[in-house]
């Protein structure tokens, strides 16, 4: 039986992919850079990098070193600003089976690239902070996915093995940092432009209203059995 579940942030519990990808490229547009033309070494368009990865990624390209610091505090201060203009609230589906996980007694964890500011930003937009015991982001470690260290810190801080996990990720970078870890990674692509299932991950959910805890025992019962 499983003992928590892991969940990413953006384009797991928020849509915010998107547009956050759209602030980034405004920002950098600042600095005369075209995110469209900096190669991503994990070939998603820089949607699932970390800001440490993308400015890395414009420093290898352009050559200009952007302050870390002052890029997300930049994109934090538009971040309530953009939420709004696209109505960026908490899945029900999501919520349904939050609830549903506590009743129980699975614990519930989250697993981010992005800063400390902006995923509590986040939290507070959705209002879910309360489901979640443990919340690792890109402000903890030192690597970020798909370095298995954000997950094998979380796994640290649960007190629990890979086997008792299990980790909901939208993007090719968050499942392999997520098998590294050695847990079982389920995809999930409501939130993904391309809709398609992510190599890899056990299975493969399409929205929050496919999925509830008996719905969960059941599928990591039937991967179980094939591995």
């Known amino acids: 039986m499983v003992k928590a579940v892991i969940f990413d942030m ?12 759209i602030r980034r490229k405004k920002i950098l ?7 469209d033309a900096v190669p991503d070494p994990q070939g998603e368009a820089h949607r699932a990098a970390s800001l440490k990865s993308l400015l890395s990624s414009v420093e290898n390209h352009y050559g200009i070193r952007i302050d870390y610091d002052e890029f997300a505090r930049i994109s934090r201060e538009h971040m309530h600003e953009d939420f709004q203009t696209y109505e960026i609230s908490s899945d029900p589906g999501l919520v349904a089976f939050l609830k549903e996980l506590r009743q129980h007694d699975i614990i519930c964890a989250i697993v981010s690239s992005g800063l400390r500011e902006g995923v509590d930003i986040k939290l507070e937009v959705l209002g879910i902070k309360q489901y979640f015991s443990t919340i690792i982001t890109g402000t903890d470690v030192k690597e970020h996915k798909p370095h298995p260290e954000p997950y094998l810190h979380a796994l640290k801080k649960l007190d629990l093995a890979p086997s008792d ?5 939208d993007s090719v970078t968050g499942v392999k ?43 990591l019962s039937d991967t179980s059995k094939t591995e």
């Open 10 to 21: 953006d384009g797991v519990l928020i849509d915010s992919v998107e547009l956050g990808h």
């Open 165 to 169: 996990c299990v980790i909901f990720e």
């Open 177 to 219: 940092a997520g098998q590294a870890a050695g847990c079982r990674v389920i995809g999930f692509t409501q939130y993904n432009p391309s809709k398609e299932p992510l190599p890899g991950v056990v299975a493969t959910i399409k929205n929050w209203s496919e999925i509830n805890y008996n719905t969960l025992e059941r599928l």
């Open 29 to 35: 547009a600042q600095y005369n850079v075209d995110l």
